[in-house]
Structure formats: structure tokens, C-alpha cells
């Protein structure tokens, strides 16, 4: 016989056995809901690339490798992304994964496959994984910073935005880990913008990161491909860029390494221009 399914707060009690969860997704589903349910915890199926990530598989991939504490010690979590088929843009897969197992299966593991009851109320108490990170900025450009970040064995790519330059949220969903185009604030009627200060034409131009070179040369590409979808440039060409092997990445990168050089030497002779026209006597 069956226990008796666990009243609203009341302490969790498994409905079924470790087998009878992995092998009907059904079941397993009922389950988990009704052990949240009991814990009066908080159970959203999340999104990871646009589509509903299937908790049934990563429940059954993570226990058949020894449960959560194992494969984080082994560092299995690349290996178990690779049993999803998430998009190339998914660049965060094994870190998401890591996160999500945490927060809605690490307790239903102890109770259904440690058949540990007892840890459960450890792990209540036991807060959010945390984590240690690394980051470098690999470009700028006009809207912010190209990033990687270092978080265990995984590096991760994306974008940070400059304060005031809003993500646009209907692009992509809130745990999609894909790059999210920049759009421009406008203009609003009735507010009063400052002017720009007026610049000196003979001031030297100056210099390009390799990543706005990049930027530069397929945007132009693209623009002539798909005139009609410019919005999406920033996204693609964000994308395209971290994909490119470091050999042809250094490419670009001596390309902003020139530039340097050559709006330093400028800068210099402009400097010395001014200084020798405020030393003329009139």
C-alpha cells in the first residue's frame, strides 16, 4: 500500500519508489509537485534556451550518475548537457543545469532515491549553492562589454550592458542564456536633451578595438544579406564573434593593436600642436 499523500506543510514522504519515478514521467511529474507542494516551495518547470527544460531527463541522468553531489565532485554537468539539444546559444547549458537541479531536485533526490528524509530539513536550511567566478572583458563596444566568465571547468560568453541602455525582454526569454540585442533609447517629445559640446575636426580619431573592427566589417556584410532585420545585427554579429577560433580572433585583435598605435602617435603630435600655438605670441 501506498503512503498516504502528505497534507499541505506536512513532511514529505515518497508516493513511490526510485524505479517507478524513473521509468514514468507521469508519476515522476505527480510527484514532484505533490513534494513541493508539501514543502510549500515554490515549482516552476524553467526555461533554458526558449523551451522547457525536461526535468524528467536531468532528474534520471543525474541519479544514475550517483546523485547531485557526485556528478558536482566529478564534474559531470558538461557531460549531462550533452544529453539535451539546446541551441548553439546556449552558452551557460551545464551552469543552468547545475542551478535548476539544486533549487527543484536535490531534495526530491535525497527523499526518493537516498530515501533520506532526514536530509531533507539540512538542505532547507542549507540556502543557494555558491559559486566562484573569474571574468575578463574581451571587447567594448557603443552599448557595453563582450565577457567571458570562468565558473569551474565552463566559460561562459555574454554581454554587459552600460546602466541606461535597456535589454529588450521580448527577444529572448528571462533564463535564456543567448545575447540579446542592443536598442537604442529615443528620443522623447518634451524632454530637453543637453547639446553635445562642439569637437575639435582636427583632433585625431580614435582607436577601435579588434572586436569593433569585426563589428564593422559584418555589419556591412550583413546589411547587404538582410536589409530589412538591422535591429538583429548587434545579436548575430555578437554571436559570430564568439565563435571564431583564437587564431582567427588575434587577427582582429592586431587590427585594434595598429589602431591603438596609430591614434597614440596622433594624439601626441596633436598635443604638441596646441602646446605650440598657445606659446605663438599674438
Known amino acids: 500500500m501506498s503512503p498516504e499523500k502528505p497534507t499541505n506543510g506536512g513532511e514529505p514522504v515518497p508516493l513511490a519508489s526510485h524505479s ?29 534556451g526558449g523551451k522547457e527544460l525536461n526535468l524528467h531527463v536531468l532528474y534520471v541522468e543525474v541519479t544514475r550518475r550517483g546523485g547531485y553531489d557526485k556528478v558536482v565532485a566529478e564534474k559531470k554537468w558538461r557531460e549531462i548537457s550533452a544529453v539535451f539539444d539546446f541551441s548553439p546559444t546556449t552558452t551557460s547549458a551545464s551552469y543552468a543545469l547545475r542551478k535548476h537541479y539544486f533549487t527543484l531536485l536535490r531534495r526530491y533526490e535525497q527523499l526518493y532515491f537516498f530515501r533520506n528524509q532526514a536530509a531533507i530539513a539540512m538542505l532547507n536550511h542549507s540556502g543557494s549553492p555558491s559559486f566562484h567566478a573569474t571574468g575578463t572583458i574581451d571587447a567594448k563596444f557603443d552599448c557595453g562589454y563582450l565577457v567571458s566568465v570562468k565558473l569551474g571547468d565552463e566559460t561562459l560568453n555574454g554581454v554587459l550592458y552600460h546602466p541606461g541602455y535597456p535589454r529588450v525582454a521580448a527577444t529572448a526569454p528571462p533564463t535564456s542564456t543567448a545575447l540579446v540585442p542592443y536598442t537604442p533609447v529615443l528620443h522623447q517629445p518634451g524632454r530637453r536633451t543637453r547639446r553635445r559640446r562642439s569637437t575639435d575636426p582636427s583632433r585625431p580619431k580614435p582607436n577601435r578595438s579588434g572586436y569593433n573592427f569585426f563589428f564593422a566589417e559584418k555589419h556591412s556584410a550583413l546589411k547587404s544579406l538582410y536589409p530589412n532585420r538591422e535591429r538583429e545585427f548587434t545579436k548575430m554579429i555578437g554571436e559570430s564573434w564568439n565563435k571564431l577560433s583564437p587564431e582567427d580572433r588575434v587577427v582582429y585583435q592586431n587590427h585594434g593593436l595598429k589602431d591603438k598605435e596609430r591614434y597614440q602617435k596622433e594624439l601626441k603630435e596633436y598635443k604638441e600642436r596646441l602646446k605650440m600655438g598657445q606659446t605663438l605670441p599674438f
Open 20 to 48: 517507478d519515478v524513473v521509468n514514468d514521467r507521469t508519476l515522476f511529474f505527480n510527484t514532484l509537485r505533490s513534494f513541493h507542494h508539501s514543502l510549500l516551495s515554490k515549482f516552476l518547470v524553467p526555461v533554458i
